[in-house]
């Protein structure tokens, strides 16, 4: 069988990699979601859960799976896009793991966001470089606004680095494999989520610049950080998100107007 590029289809095929995997996840009396089941190479080792199911978009290889698992009735198989999948239909505390295309990576982040009181925790093979952004902290090159996004709701970690010949096809990077665990709430209190993703938003695109020279009104914004307890020369990229929290709040307690910019 051919592999889809445009499904984005690399296969983690070596079994030391794939054992490793299965030594982080954890899952007995679990009910596991897949994403990408392909051929079902990791889904044999995640048979130990309560349930699994086999999400797989390629209609190739539903069949394959269906065959390969028909045994198992603790197997079920979801011929579906992940990202239109109603995660509702399927449980709650749910952990997620797969091996992912890696064009789908901002996409499902975002969704796992907004299924986060749905999962438990994830474990997921990302791009090590995209892996490196989730995990990034303030002045580190890779810090960024998905740093900030993802981080305002989970504790993500990169437990091991995947190289790409581990793969069939060989993509042309490295992969990471990473474990996100969900906060029941996010660690810090923000008045107003939209407004803190915006101001984030915008301060990253000009990343190297001072805070107070990208948002406004810089004479506002001086008082504001002072307010805050922090240097009035400090940039974006600098900030933790805690901080930014903080930033946030005070300006919403003041009326502080931001200009819409595009959304998350």
Request: charged share 30%; glycine share 4%.
């Amino acid at each position: 069988m051919r592999f889809s590029k445009q499904l984005g289809q690399v296969f983690l095929k070596n079994k030391t990699y794939l054992k490793k995997i299965a030594s982080f996840l954890e899952i007995d009396k679990e009910d596991v979601v897949e994403i990408g089941s392909g051929r079902g190479e990791l889904t044999q080792f995640l048979l130990c859960a309560k349930s699994v199911a086999c999400v797989e978009l390629d209609p190739r290889l539903i069949q394959i799976l269906k065959d390969k698992f028909s045994l198992f009735p603790q197997v079920r198989i979801i011929s579906k896009d992940i990202l239109k999948l109603n995660l509702k239909e399927i449980g709650k505390n749910l952990v997620v793991v797969g091996n992912i295309p890696f064009f789908i990576s901002n996409s499902l982040i975002r969704y796992l966001i907004e299924n986060r009181r749905l999962i438990k925790k994830a474990f997921l093979t990302f791009q090590k470089e995209f892996a490196e952004k989730l995990v990034a902290k303030p002045k580190d090159k890779n810090y960024s606004f998905l740093s900030c996004y993802i981080q305002y709701y989970a504790q993500v970690e990169i437990l091991f680095t995947i190289p790409k010949t581990a793969f069939s096809p060989p993509p042309e990077v490295d992969a990471s494999f990473v474990r996100l665990i969900f906060f029941k709430e996010p660690r810090y209190k923000v008045e107003d989520e939209d407004f803190f993703f915006r101001l984030i938003r915008k301060v990253f695109s000009q990343r190297r610049k001072k805070i107070i020279n990208v948002l406004g009104d810089k004479k506002e914004l001086i008082s504001v950080l002072e307010e805050v307890g922090i240097n009035k020369d400090i940039r974006g990229d600098a900030l933790s998100i805690k901080e930014y929290a903080r930033v946030v709040n005070c300006l919403v307690k003041r009326k502080y107007s931001l200009k819409r910019t595009k959304k998350r």
